[in-house]
């Protein structure tokens, strides 16, 4: 039977895909513009208002962790990397390679909680590694070439799979959604911080080119909210698989609005990353 937490589940991996392809549009509307602080702020505040309106009683507006900094850290690098590779790159490529940062979350669970994954997972991961290489490459094997987007969006999967490794083990002393506030706190400061350092500008030279930023931080933050509530009703061990499936609403919206067309290869192997997040995600 079809129930609230699937529902929420799915809507989460909605959200999600959504928000890559605004961030699409975000970050190339204007060269050296890679608004992250600006989507930001936007989730910050949805979350707050949800913390105000639904936490219990005793909530504190300023309620924050410090152990959440380094999770915000690898979290807000890894969405520079990728909204950086969107400037080039191809949405529906780019996000599924994004999204293989289960694999890193697996092997960092593997190393150090001596945690043992299942054979399914361990083929989901091998597939992942030889379907991302190969969308990577160039036509020719002969003349191997790694696209410097795919690493981008590399980086950004390491980055993410490090940042959820390190969010697990607070889940056993913080509430989650104190958490994601304080998460987004810290990833206000931090993306800031990387902005500058990169050399991007903080602002645009037209504020209309902040919408679709804006609009991503606003439905990611919608997602995370789903992403929560589904986490009450239905077990990780399936919400996981069902949020992970976000790529495929971002390679539709891709096809339909911004006309990407991938060649015959690119849809088997991009297939073959979908199928291997799926796995690892079981």
């Not at 030889?130 to 003349?143: E, H, N, Q």
């Not at 980086?155 to 889940?171: D, E, K, P």
């Amino acid at each position: 039977m079809f129930s609230e937490g699937l529902f929420l589940g799915i809507l989460a991996a909605f959200f999600w895909g959504s928000a890559d392809f605004f961030a699409k549009k975000a970050v190339t509307r204007e060269k050296n513009f890679i608004p992250i602080h600006f989507s930001n702020l936007v989730a910050f505040f949805v979350i707050i208002a949800y913390n105000l309106l639904f936490s219990s009683p005793g909530y504190s507006l300023f309620a924050v962790i410090p152990n959440v900094f380094f999770v915000s850290l690898t979290m807000t690098s890894g969405w520079w990397f990728f909204w950086k590779s969107l400037q080039s790159g191809k949405l529906s490529l780019q996000t599924s390679v994004g999204a293989t940062f289960g694999f890193v979350t697996l092997i960092l669970a593997m190393l150090f909680l001596g945690e043992r994954p299942l054979p399914t997972q361990i083929f989901g991961a091998l597939t992942i590694i030889v379907g991302v290489f190969l969308l990577a490459g160039s036509k020719s094997l002969g003349k191997f070439k790694f696209d410097p987007n795919i690493l981008l969006a590399l980086l950004a999967a390491i980055c993410w799979g490090t940042s959820y490794y390190l969010l697990a083990t607070l889940f056993k002393f913080h509430p989650l959604a104190i958490i994601l506030q304080s998460h987004l706190f810290f990833s206000v400061l931090i993306s800031i911080g990387i902005v500058l350092l990169a050399g991007n500008r903080l602002f645009p030279t037209n504020p209309k080119n902040l919408l679709p930023a804006m609009i991503a931080g606003f439905i990611d933050s919608l997602g995370l909210i789903c992403y929560y509530l589904a986490a009450r009703l239905i077990p990780f061990s399936l919400l996981t698989p069902l949020s992970s499936i976000y790529p495929v609403f971002t390679s539709m919206l891709a096809y339909i609005f911004l006309k990407e067309r991938l060649e015959k290869r690119q849809y088997v192997f991009l297939a073959m990353v979908i199928i291997g997040i799926l796995l690892i995600s079981v």
